[in-house]
């Protein structure tokens, strides 16, 4: 709004004043910071150390069990909208740590969730009573209303990466969550079903007895081992994409689509001693090194990845990646699911 003359500015705020107690608000105030020429998120870019991380999970696994706390999890908060139990405006992101003998009791609920290994072997997530055995680096979801829980027969610790939609949910006030009266799922297939049935690009005739998983979303582990010898096979044969490096999007084989109903996941793969040109999107994007070693630089920010470590990419701001000696491979998962379905997603490669 321009300039107003101080009469015709005091005139105004007794108007306000008179309005207020209505619940009226003039809309000429407040236009500029509610359509924006551009995303200005509150959200800053972050890193996080793994293993500083880790250290804390660890001493919190000394003074409460998983049953305890119903889910041990440190939430990964964004610097710029602390208090929030967000790391984006959108998404939720958290390490969860499940010790040897454990078990994190089953529920569901509205939001969607995805689980990204981070280490250790032989823990799973039970999903309707059928178990996903984790590895470093597989990606396992549970999307909203679905049973699940999570034990660690193995002999090690498990960490693994919580994304969900938490904030978006919370966006719409459409929060719902339901205990199960057992701390487990009774089991209704055995181990991999799942992924035998629907991981081969293929699945059971209509009215299969097969078919036991939801028509609309069947697929639930997407394996490192899978994902990691796909992504090497692309990068050796196609074409690089300058602002990408090498590139695969999780889909659902049900309909081509993203993994989850709010939520997309991808991979990448930037050469040993390249750097990705500038771009940036609209999607704020939560990173994961699998692999190698370099730098990320986000607008103004440069944070300094290593195996492991966590960083966040806010909406809009621009993106470039940095291999160091040995080829750098990444996660990430974002809201671009969401913004494609509301017609909001846009990217810019500069």
């Known amino acids: ?27 000429w105030e407040v236009l500029h910071a509610l359509v924006k020429p551009e995303p200005k998120p509150e959200a800053i870019a972050h890193g996080w150390s793994y293993d500083e991380a880790r250290d804390y999970l660890m001493r919190a696994g000394d003074l409460i069990s998983a049953e305890q706390a119903e889910r041990r999890v440190l939430i990964l908060e964004n610097p710029g909208i602390r208090g929030q139990s967000a790391i984006t405006g959108s998404l939720y992101a958290g390490l969860q740590l499940i010790l040897p003998g454990e078990i994190a009791p089953c529920h569901r609920h509205s939001q969607c ?5 981070m280490e250790g072997s032989g823990a799973y997530t039970a999903l309707d009573g059928e178990k996903a055995v984790m590895n470093p680096f597989d990606l396992v979801l549970t999307p909203n209303w679905q049973w699940h829980d999570h034990g660690n027969p193995s002999d090690e610790p498990m960490i693994w990466l919580d994304g969900l939609d938490i904030p978006t949910v919370r966006l719409f006030d459409a929060t719902f969550a339901d205990r199960l009266d057992d701390k487990v799922h009774p089991e209704t297939a055995h181990p991999g079903a799942t992924l035998a049935t629907y991981g081969s690009n293929l699945r059971p005739l209509d009215g299969s007895t097969a078919a036991r998983r939801p028509t609309q979303r069947p697929l639930f582990h997407y394996p490192y081992a899978q994902w990691r010898k796909a992504l090497g096979e692309m990068a050796a044969s196609a074409t690089l994409d300058p602002h990408l490096g090498h590139a695969l999007e999780f889909t659902n084989p049900a309909d081509g689509g993203p993994i989850l109903a709010t939520i997309s996941a991808h991979v990448r793969l930037v050469p040993a001693g390249i750097t990705t040109l500038p771009r940036r999107a609209t999607d704020g994007t939560v990173f994961v090194v699998c692999e ?32 160091a000696d040995k080829d750098l491979v990444l996660f990430g998962y974002s809201d671009k699911a969401s913004q494609q379905k509301l017609e909001l997603y846009q990217e810019e490669r500069l």
Request: proline share 8%; with cysteine.
């Open 1 to 27: 709004m321009t300039q107003l003359p101080n009469d015709q500015r005091q005139q105004l705020e007794a108007l306000y004043d008179e309005m207020d107690p209505k619940a009226l608000t003039p809309l």
């Open 292 to 323: 190698g070693s370099g730098r990320a630089r986000i607008g103004e920010t440069s944070i300094e990845l290593a195996p492991r470590s966590i960083f966040v990419v806010p909406c809009w701001q621009i993106l470039e990646l940095e291999a």
């Open 113 to 117: 969730a995805l689980r990204f290994v």
